[in-house]
């Protein structure tokens, strides 16, 4: 069983850049996607970006950060990163990453269903 642990969460202004880890430990890390999702107050979790295992295909963002997040894995530190530039207000949510729950998976999965050992969670606050 994958341990996730999140970091890099902060207070940013808008228009401003984080950049958020996550590092897993536990299972063979690279034949695992691994997913962004994220929780503002009030509202339900949501699905933001992931990424293939290695040899998979083309990472996925959800339509509201295309153009300024972008995920990333350095598969040799087991870490997962989310760039995330032109910050919006409503980007202030608790962001949590999350592994696959099948290894070398063909499709990159966005449901949160899809995935199993969820992070603590960092939380990202956005202001004016």
């Known amino acids: 069983q994958a341990q996730l642990v999140e970091s890099g969460g902060g207070l940013v202004q808008a228009g401003g850049s984080l950049r958020l880890s996550c590092v897993a430990s536990g299972r063979t890390f690279s034949t695992y996607a691994i997913g962004w999702f994220r929780q503002a107050p009030g509202k339900e979790r949501e699905f933001v970006a992931s990424?293939?295992?290695?040899?998979?295909?083309?990472?996925r963002y959800a339509d509201s950060v295309k153009g300024r997040f972008t995920i990333s894995r350095d598969n040799a530190k087991n870490t997962v990163y989310l760039q995330m530039n032109s910050l919006k207000l409503e980007d202030t949510a608790v962001y949590y990453c999350a592994a696959d729950r099948r290894a070398m998976r063909v499709a990159v999965p966005t449901f949160e269903a899809d995935f199993a050992s969820w992070g603590q969670g960092t939380q990202v606050t956005v202001y004016s």
């Open positions: 990424i293939s295992w290695i040899g998979g295909s083309s990472p």
